[in-house]
């Protein structure tokens, strides 16, 4: 899953990047509101935490400005500021959820789960295809009851092909969802991971291929 945090104190933005990546997300960091809109206006993002208080642009001009956009990214708010009025306006503008500073990382990754379970087509912690299945929390894959051990980064690639269940995803789309912004990859370095995966989810076992090449397309997993 892919995140974007747009936070000025530089401390915090890089401890929430340091501990998402730590939980296999993908993170894009913006120190500064106009970046950070930019950032959200122009790249593809699962979920973005945005700091109220910002230089440039605020949060919740970035937040109504997203929202006027049509981009219905889930939105999760940081803020010094918790009296009702500020609760109300963050929510007002746009927001999902809104998180006052301090708090502790895990409330923070149990307020994403929370955002991440409401679309329609979530099925909450546990993503499952066939015989296949994996656990967002604890990190377990496991098929036909078998663990299965992938790196961080082969977690991430089968994370996103099991929440797009059904649909082609184009090598492009792999790219800006499991791999950073500044992130010096080509598309036969999705192939290779794609290889990779296949080796550990679908050459072993016994039941059908689930990871298929649509050729011109992308990649899928079978629903």
């Not at 010094?80 to 990382?105: E, I, M, N």
Request: with cysteine; net charge negative.
């Amino acid at each position: 899953m892919k995140v974007l945090v747009i936070e000025d104190e530089h401390k915090i933005a890089n401890a929430i990047r340091d501990g998402l990546e730590q939980e296999s997300f993908v993170v894009d960091v913006a120190y500064e509101g106009n970046e950070g809109l930019n950032s959200a206006l122009y790249e593809e993002y699962d979920l973005i935490i945005l700091d109220v208080m910002l230089p440039g642009v605020d949060g919740f001009s970035i937040c109504r400005q997203l929202r006027q956009d049509n981009n219905h990214t889930p939105i999760l708010m940081l803020t010094a500021k918790d009296q009702p009025r500020d609760v109300v306006a963050g929510l007002d503008a746009g927001a999902d959820d809104y998180l006052v500073k301090p708090f502790s990382f895990e409330v923070l990754l149990a307020r994403i789960r929370a955002l991440m379970r409401r679309p329609h087509d979530s099925v909450g912690n546990t993503l499952i295809a066939d015989d296949l299945s994996l656990d967002t929390v604890s990190k377990e894959v496991k098929r036909a009851g078998k663990s299965i051990n992938l790196s961080a980064k082969e977690f991430a690639l089968l994370e996103y092909l099991l929440r797009n269940k059904g649909k082609v995803l184009s090598k492009q789309n792999i790219i800006h969802h499991v791999w950073n912004f500044d992130a010096d990859i080509l598309p036969n370095n999705v192939e290779v991971f794609i290889t990779y995966l296949r080796s550990k989810v679908d050459r072993p076992f016994n039941g059908p291929a689930l990871i298929r090449t649509v050729r011109g397309f992308g990649y899928k997993i079978e629903a």
